[in-house]
């Protein structure tokens, strides 16, 4: 669990430096979900909530969760009234079981520590309803080629060293441990589908669905 705010002087320019390069992730992520006609909505590590916003009006019940009172309080500031948010660790909630046609997981596993991402994935399995869909974005082992070099060995290991060295360590044991394609194998053994691959294929787009945790 985080032990201070890191995010708190990222917040209030986090949608400035991110929002541009992370919008296609996100209508992919609603495309998604308007497509599997999911009701209620839970966004874990939620930061800012752009997510949830880009969701709002399709007539979803939206939450979003974030342990970052930074990072709330911008959410908070910008959203619709509509979309709920709670300040608590993903990965222990005071939510009830089979809840939620949709969880999204966006950009939060690699950052943390194997036992902490363990915990929030156990939380989505446990919140999200049977016939539901989790939803995770994460980053991928770059694939082989030129295309992959810049995003993938270049400009996403500067962003997690400058998110800081904590990150920044478990950013490098996620890619070395197969990123999200490792991390679903390792804790998943339901159906994956791949919805879509990002910035040449260093950040995928997974669904999963028939969920069981390992
Ligand atoms: C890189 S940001 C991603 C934010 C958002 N999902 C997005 O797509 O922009 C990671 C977020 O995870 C939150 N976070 C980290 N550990 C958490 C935990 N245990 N429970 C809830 N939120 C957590 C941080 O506060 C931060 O807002």
Redesign the pocket.
């Known amino acids: 669990?985080?032990t201070s705010d890191?995010?708190q002087k990222t917040a209030a320019i986090?949608d400035l430096l991110?929002s541009g390069a992370?919008k296609p992730i996100r209508h992919n992520i609603k495309t998604f979900l308007r497509h599997s006609k999911a009701k209620a909505v839970l966004?874990?590590?939620?930061?800012?909530g752009?997510?949830l916003r880009i969701l709002d009006g399709n007539d979803m019940l939206l939450t979003g969760?974030?342990?970052?009172q930074a990072?709330l309080a911008r959410a908070r500031q910008v959203s619709p009234e509509s979309i709920h948010y709670l300040e608590?660790?993903?990965?222990n909630l005071p939510l009830p079981d089979s809840e939620y046609d949709g969880i999204i997981i966006?950009?939060?596993l690699h950052?943390?520590p194997t036992r902490?991402h363990e915990a929030?994935f156990k939380e989505a399995c446990r919140l999200v309803k049977p016939e539901g869909h989790i939803v995770i974005a994460d980053y991928s082992i770059p694939p082989p080629g030129f295309k992959s070099i810049v995003p993938g060995k270049i400009l996403i290991p500067i962003i997690e060293r400058l998110a800081g060295l904590n990150h920044y360590t478990s950013y490098k044991y996620w890619i070395k441990h197969g990123g999200i394609r490792g991390f679903l194998e390792r804790e998943h053994s339901g159906k994956v589908t791949l919805i879509a691959p990002h910035f040449k294929g260093c950040i995928n787009i997974v669904t999963l669905s028939n969920i069981k945790k390992k």
């Open positions: 669990m985080q890191e995010y986090y991110f992370l966004d874990l590590c939620c930061g800012t752009e997510q969760v974030d342990l970052s990072m608590a660790d993903a990965s966006c950009l939060a950052e943390k902490q929030i």
